[in-house]
């Protein structure tokens, strides 16, 4: 399995950017997808992840209502619309594959449930 991220960059705050992560290696469409930050010493944390189905979205609180995530299946791809950035948004996203197809999963939120990482891609929100 292969994930490639791509869309990361420096923005000002209150700007926007989309991620972008496609996958092969399996069938995109069975598996769960997240997306995970990590800034500069801290440790990696969960913004938010879609089930294989995309019907049921999980976001960390410190992005609800300014991050979207969403999958097109046909290009085996998921999203992260990141908008009214702000500087603590700066880090290095990663996305992420389930390790376990359909409702295998049992929290979202847990990195230790995704078997396949992309390499991250940097995100800079400049105040």
């Known amino acids: 399995v292969q994930l490639v991220e791509s869309g990361g960059g420096l923005v000002q705050a209150g700007g926007s950017l989309r991620l972008s992560c496609k996958a092969s290696?399996?069938?995109?469409?069975?598996?769960?997808m997240g997306w995970f930050r990590q800034a500069p010493g801290k440790e990696r944390e969960f913004v938010t992840a879609?089930?294989?189905?995309?019907?049921?979205?999980n976001y960390a609180d410190s992005v609800k209502g300014r991050f979207t995530i969403s999958r097109d299946n046909a290009k085996n791809t998921v999203y992260l619309q990141m908008n009214s950035l702000k500087p603590e948004d700066t880090g290095v996203y990663y996305c992420a594959q389930s390790g376990q197809s359909g409702w295998g999963i049992q929290r979202y939120s847990d990195d230790d449930e995704y078997a396949y990482w992309g390499q991250g891609t940097q995100v800079t929100v400049s105040s």
């Open positions: 879609i089930t294989w189905t995309g019907g049921n979205l």
């Open positions: 290696g399996r069938t995109f469409s069975n598996y769960a």
